[in-house]
């Protein structure tokens, strides 16, 4: 028993070493941003990112069937892809492929763009290409963009044009570019568009002619 009384304090020291080197080995092996990088070359299926704002709150979801970044690539390629935005006014867009070059780079949408928004999500949207910031106020569409609000036989309203700059939460739309609106049976061409959609006013810039009349 004396002898076991002797070893006593040695064990102790020996069990708060071990004690000590557990701890240090969870501290480092707590996921920090070394490792939160992934800095190239991994591949995911059944991707889910959720991108938040300034305010730090989670402004963008985006869903993807698979996310690659290659060692060599300089962007995160997600095909085909899901981007939906909450809160007020909320919107969603589905396309083909995306990419984004890091967490704090606008996000890139191509092929098959379509998209939802508006108080009921009653708005629609189709383009070639969507450029979105990561808070997503503003959606830049390009390339063959078609604005509508479907409402069956002659009384729908859509906007037509090449580039047109969207912001669902403030239902506008704004171009300097050529474009052509549809209301009703009434169709006219112009040079810049500056639209509060969800008010139905609509102000045409300037070289605006009728194309269409009942």
Wanted: charged share 20%.
């Amino acid at each position: 028993m004396r002898r076991l009384r002797r070893y006593v304090p040695a064990l102790l020291l020996l069990v708060l070493a071990l004690v000590s080197l557990l701890l240090a080995f969870r501290t480092g092996s707590v996921s920090g941003p070394e490792q939160a990088s992934l800095a190239g070359n991994y591949f995911f299926r059944e991707a889910r990112m959720t991108l938040a704002g300034v305010d730090g709150r989670a402004a963008l979801v985006v869903t993807s069937g698979s996310a690659v970044r290659s060692l060599a690539g300089t962007a995160l390629r997600l095909e085909p892809v899901s981007i939906r935005r909450s809160g007020p006014q909320a919107w969603t867009l589905a396309a083909d492929s995306a990419e984004m070059p890091d967490e704090n780079a606008d996000i890139v949408a191509q092929g098959s763009l379509r998209m939802t928004f508006g108080p009921s999500g009653d708005w629609a949207a189709t383009a070639r290409r969507a450029t979105i910031p990561p808070d997503g106020t503003s959606i830049t569409l390009t390339g063959n963009v078609h604005v509508h609000k479907p409402e069956g036989g002659s009384g729908g309203s859509a906007i037509f044009g090449e580039h047109i700059v969207l912001e669902p939460r403030a239902m506008t739309a704004r171009t300097d570019r050529p474009v052509r609106l549809r209301i009703g049976d009434f169709e006219f061409e112009a040079n810049g568009l500056d639209a509060q959609i969800g008010a139905q006013v609509i102000t045409l810039e300037s070289d605006v002619r009728s194309i269409g009349n009942p």
